[in-house]
């Protein structure tokens, strides 16, 4: 019987991971497994899966509707191997990743009878849909909307009932309204996940891979480590600096004073957080990766601003 697969799409820093690990969590006792790809060469959420997963699979420094595309099959190929095998796979695109070739790729029929693709959620934010209703026109979203099977409408709770209209509203220019679902911290139903049946692989096409067309890539990553913590002030205004180049921001950070007490940092548009980080995030003070469209960041640049918050 083949294994079901869940493929989580959506917008940069809409809380993918989060809706993720309340699959993993709430999810009837069912193992399962987790792939997750992350546009840079450190893969934080990968480290923020890791405690929930049955095994979690770390594809980094690439998209996987195009460069890492091989890299997801074999991983599933891995996967399917174990024993036992999991009983599910739910599969993390990035935030910069246009899910259509991921979804005709597990709709070959070669792939479908071990590993079925189930369910496709996109992430939307509520929020920034909310004050830009114009998001939509973007083509990598609308495409993340319209390859979905459900939109988890997400950060419901931050936004106000005419907010959440014009957030819905939006959305349901391009999907039906009863494929919305307005959620909280990722909170969907596991049972939307899990419903079965909503895909049937594709005919087999031997010129597919022949017509296949990959986007010109729009966004860079760099990434930025220390092994000293950073001073707060210096970094709070280094990141007051670095946001309006900025599409997206994460990773764990130390700040002096406060040894062994890692932070999560993120960063969305221009709301950055700090939270307590998980106790998988050890390693150096400081993990960081930097997300923008291309040519915006001067990594050189961007590289001292951040050094110069490091402390002796």
Same mark, same amino acid.
């Given at each position: 019987?083949?294994?079901?697969?869940?493929?989580?799409?959506?917008?940069?820093?809409?809380?993918?991971?989060?809706?993720?690990?309340?699959?993993?969590?709430?999810?009837?006792?069912?193992?399962?497994?987790?792939?997750?790809?992350?546009?840079?060469?450190?893969?934080?959420?990968?480290?923020?899966?890791?405690?929930?997963?049955?095994?979690?699979?770390?594809?980094?420094?690439?998209?996987?509707?195009?460069?890492?595309?091989?890299?997801?099959?074999?991983?599933?190929?891995?996967?399917?191997?174990?024993?036992?095998?999991?009983?599910?796979?739910?599969?993390?695109?990035?935030?910069?990743?246009?899910?259509?070739?991921?979804?005709?790729?597990?709709?070959? $029929?070669?792939?479908?009878? &071990? +590993?079925?693709?189930?369910?496709? *959620? /996109?992430? =939307? @934010?509520?929020? #920034? %849909?909310?004050?830009? $209703?114009?998001?939509?026109? &973007? +083509?990598?979203?609308?495409?993340? *909307? /319209?390859? =979905? @099977?459900?939109? #988890? %409408?997400?950060?419901?709770?931050?936004?106000?009932?005419?907010?959440?209209?014009?957030?819905?509203? /939006?959305? =349901?220019?391009?999907?039906?309204?009863?494929?919305?679902?307005?959620?909280?911290?990722?909170?969907?139903?596991?049972?939307?996940?899990?419903?079965?049946?909503?895909?049937?692989?594709?005919?087999?096409?031997?010129?597919?891979?022949?017509?296949?067309?990959?986007?010109?890539?729009?966004?860079?990553?760099?990434?930025?480590?220390?092994?000293?913590?950073?001073?707060?002030?210096?970094?709070?205004?280094?990141?007051?600096?670095?946001?309006?180049?900025?599409?997206?921001?994460?990773?764990?950070?130390?700040?002096?004073?406060?040894?062994?007490?890692?932070?999560?940092?993120?960063?969305?548009?221009?709301?950055?957080?700090?939270?307590?980080?998980?106790?998988?995030?050890?390693?150096?003070?400081?993990?960081?990766?930097?997300?923008?469209?291309?040519?915006?960041?001067?990594?050189?640049?961007?590289?001292?601003?951040?050094?110069?918050?490091?402390?002796?």
């Amino acid at each position: 019987m083949a294994v079901p697969v869940i493929l989580v799409t959506g917008f940069l820093g809409a809380g993918k991971t989060t809706l993720i690990n309340h699959l993993l969590t709430a999810n009837g006792g069912r193992r399962l497994a987790a792939v997750v790809n992350d546009f840079g060469a450190i893969n934080i959420d990968a480290d923020l899966i890791a405690e929930n997963a049955d095994g979690v699979v770390s594809l980094a420094n690439g998209c996987i509707c195009c460069s890492l595309q091989g890299d997801l099959l074999r991983t599933l190929s891995t996967l399917l191997r174990r024993e036992p095998p999991p009983e599910g796979i739910v599969i993390e695109t990035s935030g910069v990743s246009d899910p259509a070739e991921v979804v005709r790729s597990l709709l070959d $029929p070669v792939i479908w009878k &071990d +590993a079925a693709l189930e369910t496709v *959620i /996109a992430m =939307a @934010d509520a929020r #920034a %849909l909310a004050d830009n $209703p114009a998001l939509l026109d &973007d +083509a990598l979203c609308r495409s993340q *909307i /319209a390859s =979905a @099977d459900i939109v #988890a %409408l997400n950060k419901a709770d931050l936004v106000d009932e005419a907010e959440l209209a014009r957030a819905r509203k /939006a959305v =349901a220019a391009l999907k039906p309204e009863r494929v919305i679902f307005p959620v909280a911290e990722g909170r969907i139903a596991p049972e939307l996940a899990f419903a079965g049946g909503g895909h049937e692989p594709a005919a087999p096409d031997p010129q597919a891979a022949a017509r296949a067309r990959f986007a010109t890539p729009r966004f860079e990553t760099m990434t930025f480590t220390a092994d000293r913590p950073l001073a707060m002030d210096a970094f709070q205004a280094a990141i007051g600096r670095l946001a309006p180049r900025l599409v997206r921001a994460k990773g764990f950070v130390t700040f002096a004073g406060q040894p062994g007490r890692p932070m999560l940092f993120q960063l969305v548009g221009d709301r950055a957080t700090l939270g307590p980080a998980p106790a998988v995030s050890r390693g150096e003070a400081v993990r960081l990766v930097l997300i923008a469209e291309m040519g915006r960041i001067d990594p050189a640049e961007t590289r001292a601003i951040l050094t110069r918050c490091t402390t002796a």
